[in-house]
């Protein structure tokens, strides 16, 4: 196998030169997917096997070894003269330092892409610390910038206060940041042991991000436009993912309920500004269906929401149809209750503020001065 060269050395390792296999070369678009850290490497990894090529897949990490098991177009190791390429064991600070120490390099590497996806755990040290650093460096070139984060189990204590304060930094540098709580995860496959929870866990992300991804770039039933989902997710907050299905005569409506009652993560849709709305079927669903769920999520919705749904044939689901709903602009605190007194940090950002600047205004007022005793 192939070793895993330093950023530093702008020397990219390569599974498959992203030119010879079309990636990222889409006329309209070009898209990233870059996993952080152990928790966004995995994400990358499943959507690389799943055999999409609608997106150029990235994995950025601290550790050499985890590096050379990972899947992806493009590897690279950040932070080399700090880490020595052995990770940074569960420490933001220096996951963030590693990030600052490579930011010239990885920004050279992508800085074509319009949009990126960047997803990782925020229960450990690279994906906490790194991942804001690559939203900077995204949103900075222009790229439409949507975070897909994962917050630690509740078992995992004293992790909570790190996560939190990796996501306002993530809101604070993405457009959008769609949460997902691995709690809520874990209840998809209960049963399960750890280690097959966590491959489910991490196919259900990937599969999220390629339904998006595919939509966009390659022929649908319904395509996503591209600057329809730049407005969409354009000062988007924070997101929350629901996932539903069914094979039932009224699998539509069911399907999309289905999605509404179980949300990923705690934290209420009353609110949203806009929706994302995908639908993938067998070769026996129909517009009307597809639009059909679209009716629906705007009926449950309240207020003056912008929807934007597509839909994608796929013919071995035989009979059920899916519905994958990501609702953005959520901007209360209410229902974060899981971060106590932080969470009111993930709401009260000003993410978008420029630097002080002199107005140059002259208001012809006199200085008035104390006299001396």
Known sequence: ???????????????????????????????????????????????????????????????????????????????????????????????RAAAEESKK??????SKVEIAFITAGLGGGTGAGAAPIVAEIMRSKGAATVGVVTMPFRVERGRDKNAAEALADMRRHCDTVVVIDNDKLAQLAPHLPMDEAFKVS???????IKGIVETMST??????????F???????????????ESDAPNRA???VRNAFRTPLYDLSYAGATGALIHVT?????????ANRVGEIA????????????????NPQQEGKLKVTLVMTGLDSPQRTSRFGSIAPQLFNLEPYAEHETSLGIDLDLYQMERGAS
């Open 230 to 244: 730049k407005t969409i997710i354009s000062h988007g907050g924070m997101a929350v993912v629901g996932m539903g």
């Open 298 to 313: 705007s009926e449950i919705m309240e207020g003056n929401v912008r929807i934007l749904w597509s839909a994608k044939v």
């Open 202 to 208: 991490d196919q259900v992300l990937a599969n999220m």
């Open 105 to 110: 390099n990885v920004e050279a590497l992508l």
């Open 281 to 289: 079927g067998d070769n026996r669903m129909t517009i009307q269906e």
């Open 253 to 255: 409506e069911e399907a």
């Open 219 to 228: 022929p649908s039933l319904i395509n996503l436009d591209f600057a329809d």
């Open 1 to 95: 196998m192939a070793k895993v060269r330093p950023a530093d050395n702008l020397l990219m390792y390569s599974q498959h030169r992203a030119e010879a296999e079309g990636v990222g070369n889409n006329s309209e678009c070009r898209i990233a997917v870059i996993g952080v850290g152990t928790g966004g490497s995995n994400t990358v990894s499943r959507l690389k096997e799943s055999g999409s090529a609608s997106a150029k897949c990235v994995i950025i990490d601290t550790d050499c070894a985890k590096l050379r098991h990972s899947r992806a177009d493009e590897k690279i190791l950040i932070g080399q003269k700090l880490t020595k390429g052995r990770g940074v064991h569960r420490n933001p600070k220096l996951g």
